[in-house]
């Protein structure tokens, strides 16, 4: 029986509807441009018209099926009903008798029956068939290339069928159907739960290349698992051959899947355009995972490329997560403007906080000497209401002669109650003797 497929460069559903005038794909003209939902439409309207006219014969025979023993049903169908038309009885089947015949038909019938099929009227009675029949013609298909009609059938079969089709694909395959499909909750349940041995073959087995074209296809949630299975040295040449192309979207959305050796991979010695392209792509979150990921070292070359104000939003996000160390990272690599707009947008217990991890240094005295007062007004009132004396030790200690002096300079516009408590607080040592003296001279 001969099959009809998809000419490279045509739309998968110009192969359907070849198949269905018993056409070469080539043979049809005229639909170049034409989108895939009207192609899918136009299928319909020439199937309804081809086989009007017999929809009684079909149900004809889809009634005598019920009569005839499942061994000699299967025989006769084999032998004497073209698949196409076997096909169209199909969608007519009753569902436990479908169930019955699908085993007493050659794996090579059912799969020029499923070329013929159409996936929306076909649905009641393939939702009934059993997975492993189903995965069985599916490797047929995917042996003989038919991936359109493959991903044709995403939407109607069950998520069983789907993992036992899945299941039969080489990662040459799924590289091939991946594109085509139309993703829905039980595709992502079977890409997700892909066995790891199959993980393991597609991410060894296809090319630095080949895997650049998967990536590009699937989201990076569901590339996640296939991504941990890559070995690092290949990363390097997926990232190439996306730069290559210009795909630097296409690279900046696996920053939230990939592992930090895999960055590092990607990072080390990478063209500052290729690098300025990635960071144009990166939202401030995306930017802030990249952030947590990468050692301080490597974060020097991506820094460089960040405008200021999205520094400043890099921090509110990591800030807001509570990721003191990560931000902190930045202080070695960041230029003094970069450092204003970070601490700019820090709370006061943000700044509780951070202040004792930074790398003390000029630039980081000059940005914390101008916080405005009305930052360190809440400073002083985080330190008075948490309490927490070691952490604002921590964080006094650290601050310049010049930021000590401001912030006490202001220490009257504390409540009462909250001069109380700093008062006893540096008296007792428990801020330090920095805060000692100072308070000191302070009015009570």
Do not use: C
């Amino acid at each position: 029986m001969s099959t009809v497929r998809t000419t490279p460069g045509l739309s998968p559903q110009v192969g359907r509807i070849a198949r269905l005038l018993r056409l070469d794909p080539t043979e049809v003209q005229g639909l170049e441009g034409v989108d895939d939902a009207d192609l899918r439409i136009f299928h319909d309207q020439i199937s309804r018209t081809l086989f009007a006219d017999a929809q009684q014969r079909f149900a004809r025979i889809a009634g005598l099926s019920k009569t005839i023993p499942g061994p000699l049903a299967g025989i006769l169908a084999e032998k004497f009903l073209p698949p196409v038309m076997a096909a169209r009885t199909a969608e007519m089947l009753d569902p436990a008798k479908a169930r019955d015949l699908i085993g007493r038909v050659s794996v090579k019938y059912l799969a020029e029956i499923a070329l013929a099929l159409d996936p929306v009227r076909s649905r009641p009675v393939v939702q009934k068939l059993p997975p492993e029949p189903i995965g069985k013609v599916a490797k047929e298909l995917f042996g003989r290339k038919e991936y359109a009609t493959m991903a044709e059938f995403v939407g109607t079969v069950t998520v069983e069928a789907l993992f036992a089709a899945l299941h039969a694909a080489s990662p040459h395959d799924l590289l091939a159907v991946v594109p085509l499909l139309e993703w829905n909750e039980n595709l992502d349940k079977v890409i997700a739960e892909l066995p790891a041995a199959q993980v393991t073959q597609i991410a060894t087995a296809l090319t630095a290349e080949e895997l650049a074209e998967l990536a590009l296809a699937l989201d990076p949630s569901r590339m996640g698992p296939i991504v941990s299975a890559v070995p690092v040295e290949t990363v390097a040449g997926i990232a190439a051959a996306l730069f290559e192309r210009g795909e630097y979207a296409g690279m900046a959305r696996f920053v939230g899947v990939v592992t930090p050796e895999m960055v590092h991979a990607v990072i080390v010695d990478l063209p500052a355009e290729d690098v300025r392209a990635m960071v144009a792509e990166l939202d401030p979150t995306e930017l802030a995972e990249l952030a947590l990921k990468l050692e301080p070292t490597a974060l020097g070359s991506i820094v460089a490329h960040v405008p200021v104000d999205t520094v400043g939003e890099i921090a509110q996000v990591l800030f807001e997560r509570g990721e003191y160390a990560g931000t902190a990272a930045f202080v070695d690599v960041a230029t003094e403007p970069m450092l204003h707009a970070a601490l700019g947008v820090a709370s006061a217990r943000d700044l509780l906080a951070i202040v004792p991890l930074l790398e003390w240094s000029p630039a980081v005295d000059g940005v914390v000497d101008t916080l405005p007062d009305a930052t360190l007004d809440g400073l002083f009132a985080e330190i008075a209401n948490g309490t927490d004396w070691e952490a604002a030790k921590g964080a006094f200690e650290r601050l310049s002669s010049t930021a000590q002096k401001r912030l006490f300079a202001r220490f009257d516009r504390l409540s009462k109650a909250n001069r109380t408590k700093i008062r006893n607080a540096a008296d007792a040592g428990e801020l330090g003797p920095a805060a000692a003296a100072l308070m000191a001279g302070t009015p009570a």
